[in-house]
């Protein structure tokens, strides 16, 4: 019998409890150790962050400064090679005296020259064309201080005096700003043959404007820019020479200032140049106080696992107590289910079977073949419709293999829960009823027998004295004819019947106690089969004895040869010309059986119901009594009575005793 499994999980020992919390204090700390670890790398790499980025900021700035001086350099380079060129042609036209204003303004608008001024070899202007600077007969135009490119430049006196004291062809004075305008110039000087010079001096602002486009400085004021940055310095020996941005330190010593995170590199190839770049302090604590919270944030989740997990432990250690206390319960309400003689049978509402005992298996074999979980069987559903049509009053009759047909009274219920379950409850009213039958027969036969017991005493005196007149009467042979004989002899025929009438009253009504005895049953019934085979063979019935050695029993043996001579009598009565009447013996475990098997016409249910109520019969001369006698004494024997029959098919009657204990068993009791 399958049944559902109940719930039964495996309660943690304490070594694994104790496993379980080590493992789960191992977790934290690994949690904590690697939080804590990736908090510090994780700011160390922001710091490094910071310098990486400064120091490809300054790689870039070099690159573009290189760049940029080539580039100028080339430029220079050409506008030297232009400028000389056109001086050297000025120079021969001056040579010559054939140069006119017009020429010069067509070599200016050319060349884009500002000023085209000759001077003598004093360095005072003769003549020229120019479109700014100091007026005529000054001190000459704007110069430059030498090959550089910085700054304003050199007064105009000062680079003409050089140029005459020199004996160079021509001078590159180079880009430079002017001083009464600022803006940027190219000048170059070219030596007269009469020992002047012409100078030249053209616009230079593209050049400069694309030096500010793509030199370092544009690079470190667009780097300057960003929302972290608070200010770019670049020291050139210690000196700043260039600085973009907010809240510059004034010393040339790194910033002091708490709000700033300062970082200096070297720039590459520039041994002396060093850029020195504050970062908002704010911006790197708004990250360092983020990451810290993320870590507090980290470690405060490992320890509530930490703590939910020892309370999911215990919790779940103290379930896996109770699950062992309800396993306990449950195996021991099953036991007790299982012990009971009621049929038991439970299965969810609209679902499958959830649990049913032996006894119903026995009621219901479908339930052999069912597993927990499987629809009821059809039988079981059927029983559940009329119970609840009928009302549990309802009695059902089964065929129980064991103990044969038996009698059940329904008790139906529905426990109402998560999952509605119906329950079927049989309780077997088999032995209630037939104790019941049993105690109002035996009170029916009390009362009959006292009945009988006077009716007796009443019949038997007349029916003495009768017998005792005609007696008289045929002692006197010469007054009776001899039909008058005949009919005394009659009477006295019927006296006798009515005689044996009266002493199966007695009997009945004055039972005698039975007188124990060890008793072969298998010997009295083959004297009353001898005894009664005389009757037998009046209607050609033949009487077959079957006795294998079988145990004695406790009995009395006059009873019990009255049983077996009243169960063969009823059975001659119920055939008739011909047949077998069949007499056997046998034990089966503790028991000695005794049947009788006629073939007789067989008896209807309603007959076997009533064969053991006194004064019933089916025979025209019977009194009724035989049966119920028998009965009387069976149940006096502590025996049984089975009876199988069917119309037409004769009637076997078994009588079951219990054999008598064994010698040693009786001595020990």
């Given at each position: ?45 922001l710091h490094t962050l910071l310098i990486q980025k400064t120091e490809d900021m300054a790689k870039t700035a070099a690159l573009a400064d290189q760049y940029m001086s080539k580039v100028l350099d080339r430029l220079e380079e050409e506008q030297e090679a232009r400028l000389i060129a056109i001086g050297s042609w000025l120079r021969d036209l001056d040579a010559q005296n054939s140069l006119t204003d017009i020429e010069l303004r067509r070599v200016a608008e050319e060349t884009g020259a500002f000023n085209i001024v000759f001077f003598n070899h004093e ?547």
């Amino acid at each position: 019998m399958n049944q559902e499994p109940s719930p039964n999980p495996k309660p943690l020992s304490f070594s694994s409890f104790r496993a379980v919390v080590i493992l789960v204090a191992v977790f934290v700390i690994v949690w904590v150790f690697l939080s804590i670890t990736h908090f510090l790398q994780t700011r160390q790499q922001l710091h490094t962050l910071l310098i990486q980025k400064t120091e490809d900021m300054a790689k870039t700035a070099a690159l573009a400064d290189q760049y940029m001086s080539k580039v100028l350099d080339r430029l220079e380079e050409e506008q030297e090679a232009r400028l000389i060129a056109i001086g050297s042609w000025l120079r021969d036209l001056d040579a010559q005296n054939s140069l006119t204003d017009i020429e010069l303004r067509r070599v200016a608008e050319e060349t884009g020259a500002f000023n085209i001024v000759f001077f003598n070899h004093e360095g005072r202007r003769e003549f020229g064309l120019r479109g700014f600077g100091p007026p005529a007969g000054g001190r000459g135009f704007q110069g430059g201080q030498g090959r550089g490119r910085r700054g304003m430049g050199a007064s105009d006196s000062e680079s003409l005096r050089e140029f005459l004291e020199s004996e160079l062809p021509f001078s590159n004075q180079g880009f430079h700003r002017s001083r009464g305008s600022g803006e940027y110039r190219y000048t170059v000087y070219v030596r007269r043959r009469n020992g002047g010079v012409i100078s030249i001096n053209i616009d230079a602002e593209t050049q400069e404007k694309m030096r500010q486009e793509l030199g370092p400085e544009a690079l470190l004021a667009e780097f300057a820019s960003r929302p972290e940055v608070i200010f770019i310095q670049r020291r050139h020996s210690g000196q700043v020479d260039l600085q973009f941005g907010t809240q510059i330190p004034q010393s040339t010593q790194s910033s002091s200032n708490p709000t700033t995170f300062d970082v200096e590199v070297d720039v590459p190839g520039q041994e002396t140049t060093t850029l020195l770049v504050g970062f908002d302090a704010n911006l790197l604590k708004n990250a360092e106080s983020e990451l810290l919270h993320r870590l507090i944030f980290s470690v405060t989740i490992a320890f509530m696992l930490g703590i939910l997990s020892i309370l999911w432990t215990k919790l779940y250690k103290r379930h896996g107590r109770l699950a062992q206390t309800l396993q306990q319960i449950y195996s021991y309400h099953r036991a007790l289910l299982e012990q009971i003689d009621d049929a038991v049978i439970a299965w969810e509402n609209h679902g499958g079977l959830t649990f049913w005992n032996h006894r119903a298996a026995l009621l219901f074999p479908e339930l052999g073949f069912s597993t927990a979980g499987n629809s009821p069987p059809a039988e079981v559903l059927k029983t559940w419709e009329r119970i609840k049509k009928e009302g549990t009053q309802t009695i059902f009759t089964f065929h129980d293999n064991r103990k044969g047909t038996r009698r059940f009274r329904a008790t139906l219920e529905t426990i109402q829960s998560a999952l509605p379950t119906n329950l079927i409850i049989l309780t077997d009213v088999t032995e209630v009823e037939l104790a019941t039958s049993e105690r109002r027969q035996r009170e029916h036969m009390e009362a009959l027998a006292k009945v009988a017991s006077g009716v007796a005493h009443e019949v038997r005196n007349p029916l003495n004295a009768i017998d005792m007149t005609i007696q008289t009467l045929c002692m006197e042979p010469t007054t009776l004819h001899t039909e008058d004989r005949q009919t005394l002899d009659n009477l006295r025929e019927e006296i006798k019947r009515i005689n044996n009438i009266v002493k199966h009253f007695l009997d009945f009504g004055r039972p005698q106690p039975p007188v124990m005895s060890t008793t072969d049953i298998g010997a009295i019934v083959a004297e009353a089969a001898s005894f009664l085979t005389p009757l037998a063979h009046e209607k050609n019935l033949q009487i077959h004895v079957d006795r294998p050695p079988v145990s004695p029993i406790e009995a009395d043996a006059q009873q019990i040869r009255q049983v077996i001579l009243n169960v063969v009598t009823n059975a001659i009565d119920a055939m008739e010309q011909e047949g077998v009447i069949t007499l056997s013996v046998k034990q089966e475990n503790n028991e000695i059986i005794c049947s009788c098997r006629d073939e007789g016409i067989g008896m209807t249910q309603e007959q076997i119901d009533h064969i053991f109520d006194p004064y019933y019969t089916n025979k025209t001369r019977g009194t009724g009594l035989g049966m119920s006698i028998v009965k009387r004494i069976v149940d006096e024997h502590k025996g049984k009575i089975h009876i199988n029959s069917a119309p037409g098919k004769g009637t076997e009657i078994s009588i079951y005793f219990k054999q008598s204990k064994p010698q040693h068993e009786a001595t020990n009791s």
